[in-house]
């Protein structure tokens, strides 16, 4: 039981701060259109101003949210579960920004998938920026990014059947 609650705790900030950054991102690009001395956009139109504020603050609410609505919760990380989803949050965002950093180095285009690099940059960034307060156990990094690809491979199968996506990856 223990194990299921802390992966959860540690899920719900990264997954909400991901997948809502994405969601309302838009308008002006973090990096304001700027290159690097390789001459190449330092992250890309998809990193904005907008979606890394949104994805911080909607990640940190879902922390506070779970603290609040369950304050016993905290007891199995040991530490204070808002700080901490902040913490995973900023994380979540810094290792989609160093990911998508090294993939405008390498010439990858944007969209273009690095698999499994793509589905699990902010897990690694959030995890690590956590550590501050938390330390994830090996097993439960490894049960985290493992989950994270399956959720992802599945959810593009589902969007491809549903006609939603024009292939499954």
């Not at 101003?49 to 609040?68: D, F, H, N, Y």
């Not at 307060?133 to 491979?153: Q, R």
Request: glycine content about 12%; overall charge positive.
């Amino acid at each position: 039981m223990e194990f299921v609650a802390r992966v959860s705790l540690m899920a719900i900030p990264l997954y909400l701060c991901n997948s809502l950054a994405l969601v309302f991102g838009g308008k002006r690009p973090i990096d304001f259109g700027k290159k690097f001395f390789d001459g190449r956009r330092i992250l890309g139109e998809g990193k904005t101003l907008r979606g890394t504020a949104l994805g911080i603050a909607l990640g940190t609410m879902g922390a506070l949210l779970v603290k609040t609505a369950f304050p016993e919760t905290s007891i199995f990380l040991q530490s204070d579960y808002l700080a901490y989803g902040f913490l995973l949050s900023v994380g979540a965002v810094a290792g989609d920004f160093i990911e998508s950093f090294f993939k405008r180095r390498f010439g990858v285009e944007r969209g273009k998938s690095i698999f499994p690099l793509d589905q699990t940059d902010f897990v690694f960034g959030g995890l690590a920026l956590g550590s501050i307060l938390v330390v994830p156990t090996l097993l439960e990094w490894v049960f985290l990014l493992a989950f994270t690809v399956l959720a992802h491979v599945i959810g593009n199968w589902i969007a491809y059947f549903a006609k939603l996506k024009q292939n499954p990856w």
